[in-house]
C-alpha cells in the first residue's frame, strides 16, 4: 500500500531555516500530485504547498510564499519543503500528501483531494 513518511521537523528559533522530507513507497512516484498541509491543535489543517507530477507546477498557500519552497526528486520518491525565514506562527504539525489522480487545477489546495497522508512531522519555531 502507499506509505508516506515525514521527516525533518525539530525545533527552531525564529528566522531559522529548516528542510522537510516526504519519501514515498508502494506507488509510482511520478503519477503523483504531492502537497505539504499543516495543522495546530484544535484548528483544520491547512494548505502548505502542492507540486506537479513532473514538478514544472507549484503553489503556496499566502502566508509562505516567498519563505517556503516545495520540490521533488522523482528518482528518489522523495518531496521536500524547504522552509526559511520561519516564524513563531509557523509552528504545526506538518503533513505530506499524494493523490495519483488529482491532476494540476485550483483543487491541489484541498484537503479533500487527497488520498493518501504521511503521520506528520512537528515543527515549533520558538520567539
Known amino acids: 500500500q502507499v506509505q508516506l513518511v515525514e521527516s525533518g521537523g525539530g525545533l527552531v528559533q525564529d528566522g531559522d531555516s529548516l528542510t522537510l522530507s516526504c519519501v514515498a513507497s508502494?506507488?509510482?512516484?511520478?503519477?503523483?500530485?504531492m502537497a505539504w498541509f499543516r495543522q495546530v491543535p484544535g484548528k483544520q489543517r491547512h494548505f502548505v504547498a502542492a507540486?506537479?507530477?513532473?514538478?514544472?507546477?507549484?503553489a503556496y498557500g499566502d502566508d509562505v510564499q516567498g519563505r517556503f519552497t516545495i520540490s521533488r526528486e522523482n528518482a528518489k520518491n522523495t518531496v521536500y519543503l524547504q522552509m526559511n525565514s520561519l516564524k513563531p506562527e509557523d509552528t504545526a504539525q506538518y503533513y505530506c500528501?499524494?493523490?495519483?489522480?488529482?491532476?494540476?487545477?485550483?483543487?491541489?489546495?484541498?484537503?479533500?483531494?487527497?488520498?493518501?497522508w504521511g503521520q506528520g512531522t512537528q515543527v515549533t519555531v520558538s520567539s
Open positions: 508502494g506507488l509510482r512516484f511520478s503519477e503523483y500530485t
Open positions: 500528501a499524494g493523490d495519483r489522480t488529482l491532476s494540476w487545477s485550483n483543487s491541489v489546495y484541498f484537503t479533500g483531494r487527497y488520498d493518501d
Open positions: 507540486i506537479s507530477r513532473n514538478g514544472e507546477n507549484t
